[in-house]
């Protein structure tokens, strides 16, 4: 079954049967074999459970202090410390539990499409589902390029099935997610999410691309028929996904992204939609690219007919489809492309404040950058009864390693070298904020996106926002003019003026943290609240 035979002894891993890169036919009959609440879908993709944990757990990550890397990590509550010692008996434990099975899986691939760039992964894992979702999300080597792959640059032992000990130093819970640089190893215990390894490969590649002097970015990227690049940040709810996958473009990748002297690079090869509420009309892309080979996760399901229940939120909200970046129809491949000339950041604002789109200096885009800024609306989580500011440092606070100024700085240096420019887009409300506005229209987004990759927002009239210090432009084909200044759509001026200065409080606020570290060009990028 195996693609190559191979040992695992220099981990101390000792099993009767290695299956090594198989193929997904392989890895189905596996998991149908072997894991009990595995199932196949009416068009054929693979159904799985991850059982207790259906999201990633940030509380339980840590990362192993060495006098190498500790001067360049951001520690605090996102890159929370640990000892080695600790590491190793947390990996001890890991790889007692792997050597209790008989048959264990390993993929070995690439993460980076850049060949000057990308690094050699090794997955080892008890899991069928967990080997056909690292086959799916790591960029798939050859034949020839699995006999020559040698010694893996890193190494995760998913051992999730297997609890931690919550009584060992450093642990919170019977979870952990360990990272250690100088060994280059990552340990998982106690959770069968499988997106604690992608995020745990784009966390590595956050630590060592940047020390190249390479940006490693929590991005979707498109290409046009001229080779034009665009990049878009945003939070969950901000329409990342759905503007970013275009018809006319080439999808790059939808998650993660490096930007090296040569252009832009996918570090994935493959992608990892959200399902909830999915259906063809709104997502055409991601719901045709489910079929065989497309592992499902924690889906509601017709336990006859086997028709996946997208609206279904039995197990979670969070259900999740992992499929090769060559089942979206319109993908470039090999999933690279130039530098590029637009940068989108999108925030879904509640508070109907900000503009629908923006022109940001190359200060006020590492700001930005920075603030990673949206808004929850009230239903959207337990106890969020009105609009509520969400920050998330360079739009992936969780993955970041060092701290947000060192990815706003080669940000703005990319910017600057290749003349790139930059928007904010807000796709949240008008007229008044959530309750009294209503949501910024998707056919007025798409236009105004549509404007910013065809070159005729840069020539756009605009004014400045005084608080806000940015470029507004007042024009856009197909885009009512009255709604491209948002004080105007709002029928008490004063009011808007009062949420304005709300808004522009938060962000100060928040980026009070960030203060100590940040250059002071970066510091007064932001609102002028005096």
């Not at 000892?83 to 947390?90: H, L, Q, R």
């Not at 992936?396 to 706003?408: D, I, L, N, Q, T």
């Not at 949240?428 to 070159?455: C, H, N, P, Q, V």
């Amino acid at each position: 079954m195996s693609g190559t035979s191979i040992s695992l002894e220099q981990y101390g891993i000792n099993v009767n049967t290695v299956v090594r890169n198989a193929t997904p036919p392989q890895l189905y009959q596996e998991a149908l074999a072997h894991e009990p609440d595995a199932s196949i879908s009416s068009v054929g993709a693979l159904i799985v459970s991850s059982y207790e944990k259906t999201g990633r757990s940030p509380k339980d990550k840590r990362i192993v202090e060495h006098p190498s890397i500790n001067s360049d990590v951001w520690w605090g509550n996102i890159n929370i410390g640990m000892d080695e010692e600790t590491f190793m008996i947390s990996r001890g434990r890991a790889i007692d539990y792997l050597n209790t099975h008989n048959k264990i899986y390993v993929v070995d691939g690439f993460a980076g499409w850049d060949p000057n760039y990308r690094i050699k992964v090794r997955i080892i894992a008890t899991r069928p589902y967990h080997a056909l979702f690292m086959h799916n999300m790591l960029i798939r080597p050859n034949s020839e390029e699995v006999d020559d792959f040698g010694d893996p640059d890193y190494v995760i032992f998913n051992a999730g099935q297997f609890p931690a000990n919550p009584l060992t130093k450093y642990m919170t819970s019977k979870t952990s997610v360990e990272l250690c640089f100088d060994r280059k190893e990552f340990v998982i215990l106690g959770t069968e999410y499988a997106g604690e390894m992608k995020k745990g490969i784009f966390s590595i590649m956050n630590y060592i691309m940047p020390k190249q002097g390479i940006l490693s970015m929590h991005s979707s990227a498109n290409v046009g028929e001229d080779d034009d690049v665009a990049l878009f940040f945003g939070l969950s709810g901000t329409g990342k996904t759905t503007l970013s996958a275009d018809p006319k473009r080439q999808l790059i990748g939808d998650d993660e992204h490096c930007w090296s002297d040569d252009g832009i690079f996918n570090i994935e090869g493959g992608c990892y939609a959200k399902c909830i509420n999915l259906t063809e009309e709104k997502e055409p892309d991601i719901f045709r690219a489910i079929q065989f080979g497309t592992v499902l996760e924690n889906v509601d399901y017709d336990k006859d007919t086997h028709v996946v229940d997208f609206d279904g939120t039995s197990h979670t909200e969070n259900t999740r489809a992992s499929y090769p970046i060559d089942y979206i129809k319109n993908a470039k491949i090999p999933c690279v492309g130039g530098h590029p000339q637009n940068i989108i950041f999108l925030t879904c604002d509640a508070f109907g404040v900000l503009p629908p789109v923006s022109k940001l200096n190359s200060s006020q885009a590492m700001y930005h950058f920075i603030s990673g800024y949206t808004a929850k609306v009230a239903g959207t989580e337990m106890g969020v009864t009105e609009p509520e500011a969400t920050f998330s440092a360079c739009f992936g606070a969780a993955f970041m390693v060092w701290h947000p100024s060192k990815y706003a700085e080669l940000l703005a240096k990319r910017i600057e070298q290749n003349g790139t420019s930059v928007w904010l887009v807000n796709t949240g409300w008008s007229g008044g904020g959530y309750g009294e506005g209503e949501r910024m229209s998707l056919k007025y987004t798409r236009s105004i996106i549509d404007a910013i990759l065809d070159g005729t927002m840069k020539d756009a009239p605009s004014v400045k926002n005084d608080l806000f210090g940015f470029d507004v432009p007042t024009e856009c084909p197909d885009v009512p003019s009255e709604i491209m200044l948002p004080r105007n759509t709002w029928s008490d001026g004063d009011a808007y003026d009062e949420a304005a200065l709300k808004l522009a409080t938060m962000f100060r606020d928040n980026f009070k943290q960030f203060e100590e570290g940040s250059s002071q060009e970066i510091v007064q990028a932001g609102p002028n609240i005096s």
